[in-house]
């Protein structure tokens, strides 16, 4: 069974930068496509950003391209998301997702359980 953690959120301020991890166990991140995804107080989940399964592809929802890089290390089960430049709008829980058939699916298998994102003076 594949299991995700997340972790690097937290409180900083407009225009500062955070790294979010999310970590795997249990299996191997090669073989799946990653997504990267927020839920702000009272609005919808919405992806992030993605990358395929053999990093092929990459994908940015426009609010966040230019800013925000999602990368993983292989070798470390662990995939990455940098923002920089980060917004009061960027607050939200951000989690990780996997799946193995679809690439930036809105509903993929395996979902971490979050970590807080707080941009705010």
């Known amino acids: 069974q594949l299991q995700l953690v997340e972790s690097g959120g937290g409180l900083v301020q407009p225009g500062g930068s955070l790294r979010l991890s999310c970590a795997a166990a249990?299996?191997?991140?090669?073989?799946?496509?990653i997504g990267w995804f927020r839920q702000a107080p009272g609005k919808e989940r919405e992806a992030v950003s993605c990358?395929?399964?053999?990093?092929?592809?990459?994908s940015y929802a426009d609010s966040v391209k230019g800013r925000f890089t999602i990368s993983r290390d292989n070798a470390e089960n662990t995939v990455y998301l940098q923002m920089n430049s980060l917004k009061s709008e960027d607050t939200a829980v951000y989690y990780c997702?996997?799946?193995?058939?679809?690439?930036?699916?809105?509903?993929?298998?395996?979902w971490g359980q979050g970590t807080h994102v707080t941009v705010s003076s």
């Open positions: 997702a996997v799946d193995q058939s679809a690439y930036c699916s809105h509903s993929p298998r395996y």
């Open positions: 249990g299996d191997t991140l090669d073989y799946y496509h």
């Open positions: 990358v395929s399964r053999g990093d092929t592809s990459t």
